[in-house]
């Protein structure tokens, strides 16, 4: 249980009120910041303004899973306040105040290093990626079947990166009968595309793998489709960028050629954000669970 811990919940999306029940179930007293338009109230939680909340009494702090922006602030679904998480609250938080965020920020890695508080980041944890593998694959099908007017069946479909999403995309599109071919840097990368049944090439040779592309999905968190692998694709192709911004597209080039590219973060939490909350919240409840029990052995 948790009970009297004392968790601050700053942002988020339809994902955080999975969280919110699970944690509320673990009798936690929670602070909701940047709930205010949420058309529901939780039996357990108290709805407040970042100031209202007494940082010297929180025990934990979760973001959403993009974290903060470059500035410290945090994104939020049901509020239209600005939340941000500032230094000089989080000095205020007792030492062992832990921050957990979905991934990691240059202002996070930041203010954690100044004040001396620690940020789990939850989807560096190859558990939480590859779940969460699972909506993201159901969310790009869905991209592409909106924005192509082929099958998946028999469509030339270029997966870019063969890591714990490209894994599941490959895997996905394969089974969906499309002609699934797997660009990476490593050796081990391509022979499990190719033990997996697909089609492999290393990456410095992209340029060269693209003339038949119809669909191509990148996870790759680098600039790989740039201009000179652009030129060579046909024209009417569908780039999904799922990698986190920037993106690995060149974007403006692609818009150039005619070629239809987007960038779609937070897929997960678009098509399924019960499915995608519930990952998180499992997760979530474990680390607690772990921190406390261990801060409670250090107290006796
Ligand atoms: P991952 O397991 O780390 O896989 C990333 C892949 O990209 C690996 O194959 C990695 O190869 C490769 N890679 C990374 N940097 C590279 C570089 N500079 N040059 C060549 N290859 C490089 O990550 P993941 O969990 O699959 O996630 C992939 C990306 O998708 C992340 O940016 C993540 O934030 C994003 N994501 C987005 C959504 C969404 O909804 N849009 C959902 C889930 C994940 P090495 O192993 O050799 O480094």
Not at 101 to 120: C, F, M, P, Q, W
Not at 149 to 170: F, N, P, Q, Y
Request: hydrophobic share 40%; proline share 3%; with cysteine.
């Amino acid at each position: 249980m948790l009970t009297n811990r004392h968790i601050v919940i700053l942002g988020g999306d339809a994902r955080q009120i999975e969280v919110i029940d699970k944690l509320i179930g673990l009798d936690a007293r929670l602070s909701l910041v940047g709930f205010d338009q949420l058309d529901r109230n939780f039996n357990g939680a108290v709805k407040a303004k970042m100031e209202e909340v007494d940082a010297g009494t929180v025990d934990s702090v979760i973001l959403p899973v993009s974290g903060t922006d470059k500035d410290g602030n945090v994104e939020t679904t049901f509020s239209n306040e600005s939340i941000k998480l500032t230094q000089g609250w989080l000095d205020q938080t007792p030492e062992h105040c832990t921050i957990y965020s979905g991934i990691s920020t240059a202002y996070l890695d930041k203010v954690s290093h100044e004040t001396n508080r620690e940020v789990v980041k939850l989807f560096e944890r190859d558990d939480v990626a590859i779940y969460n593998s699972i909506p993201t694959v159901e969310g790009a099908i869905m991209m592409v079947i909106q924005n192509t007017d082929i099958t998946i069946h028999h469509a030339h479909v270029i997966v870019l990166g063969l890591g714990r999403t490209g894994v599941s995309l490959a895997r996905a599109f394969h089974a969906l009968g499309a002609y699934v071919k797997v660009g990476d840097r490593r050796p081990e990368h391509i022979a499990r595309a190719v033990e997996m049944g697909v089609d492999a090439f290393y990456l410095k040779n992209l340029a060269d793998e693209v003339h038949d592309n119809e669909i191509c999905i990148n996870t790759i968190p680098a600039l790989v489709l740039t201009s000179r692998v652009l030129s060579r694709m046909p024209s009417g192709s569908f780039i999904i960028d799922l990698a986190s911004l920037p993106g690995g597209t060149d974007f403006r080039y692609a818009k150039k050629r005619g070629i239809k590219a987007i960038i779609t973060p937070g897929l997960p939490g678009l098509v399924a954000p019960k499915s995608a909350g519930r990952i998180i919240a499992n997760v979530m409840v474990e680390l607690l669970q772990e921190k406390f029990k261990e801060e409670n052995q250090d107290d006796a």
